[in-house]
């Protein structure tokens, strides 16, 4: 099922099992789960877990490969995250899978205390980050780096796409400590293979460079700011791209090395202004005593409409499109 | 009917009188089918197979238990509704377009860019719904604040909270369990729509809650069992549990089939999202025509 909607009748809120890809990308199904298979095949302490949206969070395709290695708890996730924390107590390590918002906002107190107190080796593993359903405030995390952010111990990954996501789950599983990743699922976008990159956990890296214009982006947005540049470039505007796939610990240096050239920047994050990477970034370059314009792309700070994903993309500012015209309408003022 | 635990005896519907309420409330079921019909159709798919389980229940509540004015839908005296189940909106429009609160002609707007019909239902966006229930497991912990308020303010109205067998799994449903015994909420129904299905698969599969009727019995509710797709069964059901003297809550489990009413569907593999053809729905909508 494509998100987006090309029949001309009224655009319609978009499915439970959508994908994000256009029809003319090239993808991967399901990296997420193929990840976990391949990881749980050569390391047997690699068990995963879902509270009833295994077939919602990819995980599905753990659960049928690989059954015994599967745990369905039900719809309760703080059941879930306080099973995860148990099996990791036992040695074992959990891939805990709901969406964003569950982890997030009902079991945060299980996260917190059982898992990143503990500093226990599970991963969550999480769909529907910020504006990727139509659902409504129920279903979109829009502020799910927010409230984690102030976790100790925890690390925060927002990837771009199946590359990123293939990559990431053997380092998460690797890392001595909880994870948290916002999970693309179904038919997800392959673009970094283009580029000449790998995922590093910690590590951010520049993409694309460009004398004139810098957007620092992190998850779904780096695809769109890739976009946005190539879009950029026709019009004459030189622009690069750096990717922050993990937002927690941050990679300070390459960020400041990046900021440390004279160009226009903006952050691009598919998650509220508030307390993502735009805050992180800021809070760096206060510490620093650094004054430096950036413009922040991002959700607002509201709770957002319920609706079809291309036109809310379009409302909040986040699409191709109008990152393109936020970069071209900053210049003009510049000039001015 | 569930095998630990005896089936509710329904109370006799015997006279006339009352057959031709139950013929009513069962032509005001259908026309709520096709109203949903109509709105999954917008879309394409969705939670059709929800909303024909449910369908036969609503129209107990909209055609007959629940007291409501439609043209003021807030207004004090009425029973409250609530839905905990957001994914279930389009049987709630359904019903309330069957009960006129909002026009029937809005329902083609289901779900589409600027629509008041959300497909999460949502208190902010539409006339009759009382809360916002995409995230599931809150109904019943509002519902015990709703029936606390109307008691400290001396209405005798009645609050509802329709809910899911999956919305079971959510520990903070039995947290609202024991509140609601320990303050004897008696102004409160709980109707736990057990249609065996969630989103991973079948109920009983996800997690067992069997008997279900019994561990609501044992945190102190007054509980009754039926089919939920028989108008006979849950009119009685429903009216009986308004009206016993306990200083207790009361809980409905109906027993309930994905895709009532319409045979095609009924007989489709079982899913949470299911998927049906284009050519289908007509077929579907002459179905319910036949029956009628
Ligand atoms: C707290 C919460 N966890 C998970 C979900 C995702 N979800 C939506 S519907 C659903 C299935 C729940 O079971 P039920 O309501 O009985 O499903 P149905 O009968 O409609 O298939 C799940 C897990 C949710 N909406 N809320
Ligand atoms: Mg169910």
Known sequence: MSTVNQSPKRLTSDAMSASLARADQRVTAAPLGHALVALAEQDERVLGLSADLAKYTDLHILRDALPERFYQIGMAEQALLGAAAGLAMEGFIPFASTYSVFATRRAYDFLCLDIAEANLNVNMVCALPGLTTGYGPSHQATEDIAILRGMPNLTIVDPADAVDIEQAVPQLAAHDGPTYMRVLRGKVPRVLDEYDYTFELGKAKLIRGGGEVLLISTGLMTERALEAAAALEEAGVDTAVLHVPTLKPLDEETIRRELGRDRLVLTCENHTIIGGLFDAIAHMLVRDGTVRRITPVGLPDEFLDAGALPTLADRYGVSTDKLVERVLGLRRSQDA | MSTHQPAAAPARVADSADEHRLQRIREAAQRIRANALVQAEVQGQGYIGQALDIADVLAVLYADQLRLRPDDPTWEGRDRCLL???????????????????????????????????????????????????????????????????????????????????????????????????????????IVDFNNQQADGKSSEMLGMEPIGAKFEAFGWVTRRVDGNNVAEVLPALEELRSVEDPAPRCLVVNTKLGKGVDFLEQREKLHFMQVAPEEWKLAHDQLKEQA
Not at chain 2, 92 to 99: F, I, N, T, V
Not at chain 2, 100 to 120: C, K, W
Not at chain 2, 143 to 168: H, M, P, Q, T, W
Request: cysteine-free.
């Open chain 2, 84 to 190: 905990s189940i957001g994914h279930y909106a389009l049987a709630l429009y359904a019903a309330l377009a069957e009960a006129g609160v909002i026009p029937r002609e809005e329902l083609t707007t289901y779900a589409t860019d600027g629509s008041r019909l959300p497909m999460s239902a949502m208190a902010s966006y539409t006339p009759g719904v009382e809360i916002s229930g995409g995230s599931l497991g809150h109904g019943l912990t509002i519902a015990n604040g709703v029936a606390l308020g109307l008691k400290r303010k001396s209405n005798d109205a009645f609050v509802y909270n329709i809910l899911s067998d999956g919305e079971l799994n959510e520990g903070s449903t039995w947290e609202a369990a024991a509140v609601a015994a320990h303050h004897g909420l008696d102004n409160l129904i709980a």
